[in-house]
């Protein structure tokens, strides 16, 4: 399983200096999947002209980052900002009343105090982080590189969910057993998710993990049963009307392991969002200012020469058709399904800052990137609209595509803003091209929320 995150992490001004480029973090066992996040072993490879040091004392300025760092580094009021939530916010609509879902083996021993120190250095009410605990979950030991990898994914789930919805509930799931491909991991959380759907709890669901679909066991003879075995919480949670989000991966239109070596030299997809239930969250690169106003439209994350730093996941499954939301991009996917469905913040070069401290090394503000930054993103979004419709809107794909499809033919409203230019390619394997209108590297495009959740809510 893969983490879909990226990190960026330098001990001060004078090491940041000296510094370009994106640092990947969160080693995982030889044979294991990460989850939307990477960590490179260390010593870092060549490639990456960069070191692993500690957390930041405190965020940098965008400013500052631009000028010290060559990237840029935002936090909510950035992000509210540049996605137009403040209209939505003075009229009410901040996600009260719903509940965002996160699921992640071991989670964050202390997301609750974490989450607190964010709100409280942006200026944003704090909210509740309800923890489940889904089976054997072990004492978190912050010795032990696995787990505190997922505390990181954990902590950027749930301050990216909070910062665009910060009136909703997050539910925490944590799980016991991280995954190795199919065998331990996916089959608890997708029985946690199942769990709580079936309770009631939640309204949307952000995975920030997954997995090629050529990692499942029988896929080269043909048998899909092994990943088809695990849909049954999406299937739930399509009865009960929860949406369930996944980021689309990092890697490109490949699979790329920690070591930088190329899993899969020719275009793949992976699961969940290959999932035809499933909204698959690619993306961008947001150019903003200190107050979070657009320099220049999204583009593309990919991966431009000389950087290293990953780029969107996306292209075609192997085991899923086409499905009938679908139909209207036949000429783009052909007859199967094609990932991603929608995009948000996702290139480290212009990365969110992060809070944590749950380890002697691992205790400040850490500056990230990855899908797993934008399917968090894109939860709060939901509950936004959740919220204004007064009711779940369950599986987002049909109203997504139909307000596609409303936007290629002119019609004003839909909130969804396309982008255009570039590609998805990585590590020599070629992209999805970018194109107007839908494309399998950022999907029907990314979204102005204040016009956007309106218009979703409608068609829910």
């Not at 009021?77 to 965002?100: N, S």
């Not at 058709?321 to 990932?339: D, E, H, I, K, L």
């Not at 590590?427 to 194109?435: A, F, L, Q, Y």
Request: net charge negative; charged share 15%; glycine share 14%.
């Amino acid at each position: 399983m893969r983490r879909s995150s990226r990190h960026l992490a330098m001990s001060s001004f004078a090491a940041a200096a000296l510094l370009g480029g994106t640092v990947l973090t969160g080693a995982a066992p030889a044979g294991a999947a990460l989850a939307s996040g990477h960590r490179l072993p260390t010593p870092v490879p060549a490639s990456f002209q960069h070191r692993l040091a500690g957390p930041f004392p405190t965020p940098y300025t965008v400013a500052d980052c631009q000028t010290l760092l060559k990237r840029s580094c935002y936090g909510p009021t950035q992000l509210e900002q540049a996605y137009d939530e403040k209209p939505l916010f003075d009229r009410g609509i901040t996600g009260a009343g719903r509940t965002i879902v996160i699921v992640d083996s071991y989670g964050s021993p202390t997301i609750q105090h974490d989450l607190d120190v964010y709100s409280q250095h942006y200026g944003i009410p704090s909210t509740g982080v309800q923890v489940v605990k889904w089976g054997n979950v072990p004492a978190f030991d912050p010795t032990n590189s696995d787990m505190t990898g997922w505390a990181e994914e954990t902590t950027i789930d749930v301050d990216m969910a909070h910062a665009m919805a910060p009136g909703a509930k997050i539910v925490l799931v944590e799980t016991g057993v991280s995954e190795t491909t199919g065998v331990t991991g996916f089959p608890e959380m997708m029985s946690a998710e199942d769990s709580l759907i079936k309770q009631g709890v939640g309204d949307v669901i952000s995975q920030s993990f997954g997995s090629t679909e050529n990692d499942f066991a029988g896929f080269d003879q043909g048998d899909y049963s092994s990943l088809l075995n695990l849909r049954f919480a999406f299937k739930d949670a399509q009865a009960h009307g929860v949406t369930v989000l996944a980021s689309s991966g990092d890697n490109g239109a490949t699979d790329v392991e920690n070591d930088g070596s190329t899993d899969f030299p020719y275009p793949v997809t992976s699961w969940p969002p290959s999932d035809p239930l499933v909204t698959g969250v690619g993306g961008t690169s947001v150019h903003l200012d200190a107050n979070g106003n657009r320099l220049s439209p999204d583009t593309v994350w990919d991966d431009p020469a000389p950087n290293d730093h990953g780029a969107t996941g996306g292209g075609k499954s192997a085991v899923f058709q086409r499905p009938a939301y679908q139909f209207g991009v036949r000429s783009t996917v052909g007859n199967t399904r094609g990932v991603p469905d929608i995009s948000m913040l996702g290139d480290p070069l212009t990365g969110v800052w992060t809070y944590n401290s749950y380890g002697p090394d691992d205790n400040g503000w850490e500056l990230w990137g990855g899908t797993s930054v934008a399917s968090p993103i894109f939860s709060g979004v939901v509950a936004l609209a959740d919220q204004a419709a007064g009711h779940r809107l369950g599986n987002l794909n049909y109203a997504l595509y139909g307000l596609s499809a409303l936007q290629q033919a002119g019609a004003p409203g839909t909130g969804l803003v396309d982008v255009v230019g570039g590609s998805n390619g990585y590590d020599g394997v070629t992209g999805w091209p970018v194109t107007p209108g839908y494309d399998m590297a950022t999907g029907v495009g990314t979204v102005d929320v204040a016009k956007f959740v309106p218009a979703l809510a409608a068609l829910g």
